[in-house]
């Protein structure tokens, strides 16, 4: 399995921007695809964007269409999500995770095998 470990979390306003980054570990994350999924407090865990092994396809919640940018640089074993125009919808903590083998977009957490420890995004109003 791969290891994450995610930052760039913090504290924004309303309409401001972050950029979160998931560095992994290991020499095989381009055989990986990478999610980003949030839990808000009380709430489940949801999708948010993925994207494949190569960076061909990208995945979006409907809720986040317009606003993130999922990238990836396989060279530095990194994946990016660029978050812009912020909401305090939001607010939660985000997780990376990452899929071995095909990735056919799925947004199923179950379908991912590695997660990192998340990092806490808060959108004041």
């Known amino acids: 399995q791969v290891q994450l470990v995610e930052s760039g979390g913090g504290l924004v306003q309303a309409g401001g921007s972050l950029r979160l980054s998931c560095a992994a570990s290991?020499?095989?994350?381009?055989?990986?695809?990478t999610g980003w999924f949030r839990q808000a407090p009380g709430k489940e865990r949801e999708f948010v964007a993925a994207?494949?092994?190569?960076?061909?396809?990208?995945y979006y919640a409907d809720s986040v269409k317009g606003r993130f940018t999922i990238s990836r640089d396989n060279a530095k074993n990194t994946v990016y999500l660029q978050m812009n125009s912020l909401k305090p919808e939001d607010t939660a903590v985000y997780y990376c995770?990452?899929?071995?083998?095909?990735?056919?977009?799925?947004?199923?957490?179950?379908?991912?095998?590695?997660w990192g420890q998340g990092t806490q995004v808060t959108v004041s109003s």
């Open positions: 290991g020499r095989t994350f381009s055989s990986y695809a």
């Open positions: 994207i494949s092994q190569s960076g061909s396809r990208t």
């Open positions: 995770a990452a899929h071995l083998g095909w990735y056919s977009g799925t947004n199923y957490a179950g379908d991912f095998d590695s």
